[in-house]
């Protein structure tokens, strides 16, 4: 069965940091290309980052040069490292496992809400 199992979501105030991790299992997890999503209700799910089996990584413009994505190939997880964050950071992440367009899965979602 495949999963992919997102963490470490949680209310921050804004400035703050926090560390999303996706765990994935059931997938031959070193051939995907892996994705950060998120989406807030009202707005379409956004792009956040991408990472590549290789590690090159894009970024969406509104969260580059605080967000850092990451993965680990032999625990079959990338993390997600969230810096000054801000409150329209607020939104449920999801995380993402794509393979050629043709194998796509998502996670649960986890929430991050970045308020005072």
């Known amino acids: 069965q495949v999963q992919l199992v997102e963490s470490g979501g949680g209310l921050v105030q804004p400035g703050g940091s926090l560390r999303l991790s996706c765990a994935a299992s059931?997938?031959?997890?070193?051939?995907?290309?892996m994705g950060?999503?998120?989406q807030t209700p009202g707005?379409?799910?956004?792009?956040?980052?991408t990472?590549?089996?290789?590690?090159s990584t894009t970024y969406a413009d509104s969260v580059k040069g605080r967000f850092t994505f990451s993965r680990d190939n032999a625990k079959n997880t990338v993390y997600l490292q969230m810096n000054s964050l801000k409150p329209?950071?607020?939104?449920?992440?999801?995380?993402?496992?794509?393979r050629r367009n043709v194998s796509n899965f998502w996670g649960q979602g986890t929430q991050v809400t970045v308020s005072s």
């Open 51 to 55: 990472i590549t089996s290789g590690g």
């Open 26 to 33: 059931g997938i031959v997890f070193s051939v995907y290309v």
């Open 88 to 98: 329209e950071d607020t939104a449920v992440y999801y995380c993402n496992a794509n």
């Open 43 to 49: 707005k379409q799910r956004e792009l956040v980052a």
């Open 36 to 38: 950060w999503y998120r």
